[in-house]
């Protein structure tokens, strides 16, 4: 990940820190789970790789289960935020600064791995699928929950919609959930190709080229995971899940 993005993210640290603090304290944790849990067995043990852990969401609520969890990110600010998170609720998951995009694991290493929005940050999806797939245990799944989170920047009729349900958010609930700085200007979404194509579409392809098998997704899981104000904010991105298998 490029300088500027790890600086993205270490300046957003604080303020994703509180929402992460609120998702802990809420009805998400044990929707998470249900999820998840809906997706893999916990017969055993489970080796987890949570890639892009920020905050620390999934790595905490997968080690309160009992599963052996690693939880990665690129930005010193967010494991900072993480460790102190998982220590108030009593888990210890082996957290590491790590590029998503340069994983430094041996192969077959996890029988689970997991992003949430993170994938649209990635300049190199095609490659970066493939190096998840290696890492994966043969039958280990991978699980991918992420949006269509800056497409509006390309298309005007989003972009109004967008701003329009910004204004009646802010009418409604008083604020967003973004802080004073516009960190958005520090990101070239033109940079980025999954900012402009359409997901989970695209991902679907792309997984199956890459050795995937039982490739599905869910188009829209926000009923279960969103709350009112995230419904009426983030309403033109609706949060999509993908699952899919290394084959045994």
Not at 26 to 39: D, M, N, V, Y
Not at 223 to 232: G, L, R, S, T
Request: glycine share 6%; net charge negative.
């Amino acid at each position: 990940m490029s300088n500027k993005m790890s600086q993205y993210w270490d300046q957003a640290a604080d303020n994703y820190g509180r929402i992460i603090d609120d998702e802990l304290n809420s009805f998400r944790s044990a929707a998470w789970k249900s999820i998840i849990f809906g997706e893999v067995s916990q017969q055993q043990k489970l080796k987890i790789l949570d890639i892009g852990t920020g905050p620390g969401f999934f790595s905490i609520i997968l080690s309160q289960v009992g599963h052996d969890v690693t939880g990665i990110d690129s930005s010193q600010g967010m494991l900072e935020i993480a460790k102190k998170n998982a220590k108030k609720h009593g888990v210890w998951p082996v957290l590491k600064i790590m590029d998503s995009q340069e994983l430094n694991f041996e192969d077959d290493s996890f029988d689970l791995i997991l992003s949430r929005n993170v994938t649209w940050t990635l300049k190199n999806p095609t490659v970066v699928y493939e190096s998840w797939h290696r890492i994966l245990k043969p039958g280990g799944k991978l699980l991918i929950f992420d949006a269509n989170w800056h497409h509006h920047y390309f298309d005007d009729a989003l972009m109004a919609e967008v701003k329009e349900r910004e204004q009646r958010c802010l009418e409604v609930f008083g604020s967003t959930f973004s802080d004073s700085n516009n960190h958005d200007q520090m990101i070239n979404f033109e940079l980025l190709p999954l900012s402009k194509v359409k997901r989970p579409d695209w991902d679907i392809n792309v997984l199956k080229s890459n050795g995937f098998v039982e490739v599905d997704y869910i188009r829209d899981i926000t009923e279960k995971v969103w709350d009112a104000k995230e419904k009426m904010l983030y309403g033109t991105s609706p949060m999509f899940m993908i699952s899919a298998i290394k084959e045994s």
